[in-house]
């Protein structure tokens, strides 16, 4: 089955404990990406990968470090969350960048406390 | 940024009724997309529409776009109390360096009363 998984689903951490959200597709796409969604916010592109070790910064991407060593998996990288940081992530995929149907993973609810 | 912007931020209806949602942006594009968020789970692709297209039907859904008002519609016909959710349009537009960005919009709630 086609699909974008990401680990954990929930997760509750301190401030200053560094963490690490990892996503994994299984169709070989090209473009990954890393959102968050907040109240009233919408939905907000934190890093994209346009292909293996190839990342930029979307909109929001302070306080966050992204890689891309093999082209199936995308970690989404908190060095030292913050309270700010508490959101619902969402990874996605998809064959072109950015110009294509985006595959989403079910969801990371994060709560830095 | 070409941030969609919904209209109306949430919007309630009974079974069986249509449902339209509309879509605004600010610069040029090369293809808006509609997506379905159930309560906080993952987006749901429903229909892309490039922007050399005015309108483009799949099942009860049915999109138009005119990029002289720079704005989408999304209808949804004959609604079933599943067609509960919040609704995204997404613009894509040329980002620089080969690259396109997608951006969202903050969604209309559709409710679906039975």
């Known amino acids: 089955e086609a699909q974008v998984t990401q680990n954990p689903r929930y997760l509750i951490t301190v401030t200053g404990k560094k963490l690490t959200v990892t996503c994994s597709q299984n169709m070989n796409h090209e473009y990954m990406s890393w959102y968050r969604q907040d109240p009233g916010l919408g939905l907000r592109q934190i890093y994209y990968s346009m292909n293996v070790e190839v990342t930029d910064k979307g909109d929001v991407p302070e306080g966050y470090k992204v890689s891309r060593k093999e082209k199936r998996n995308f970690p989404l990288i908190l060095e030292s969350p913050s309270p700010n940081q508490t959101s619902l992530y969402f990874c996605?995929?998809?064959?072109?960048?950015?110009?294509?149907?985006?595959?989403f993973g079910p969801g990371t609810r994060l709560t830095v406390l | 940024s070409q941030q969609g912007e919904e209209d109306p931020q949430a919007l309630s209806i009974q079974e069986g009724e249509n449902a339209t949602m509309n879509c605004s942006y600010k610069t040029s594009i090369n293809n808006l997309q509609w997506y379905r968020q159930n309560s906080g789970r993952g987006l749901v692709h429903l229909i892309l529409i490039r922007s050399n297209e005015r309108e483009k039907h799949s099942g009860r859904l049915r999109v138009t776009l005119d990029t002289s008002k720079k704005s989408s519609s999304l209808l949804i016909t004959a609604s079933r109390a599943a067609d509960t959710a919040s609704y995204f349009c997404a613009t894509s537009g040329y980002s620089g360096a080969g690259s396109y960005q997608l951006t969202f919009g903050k969604g209309t709630k559709l409710s679906v009363i039975p």
């Open positions: 996605a995929s998809s064959w072109a960048a950015g110009a294509d149907t985006q595959y």
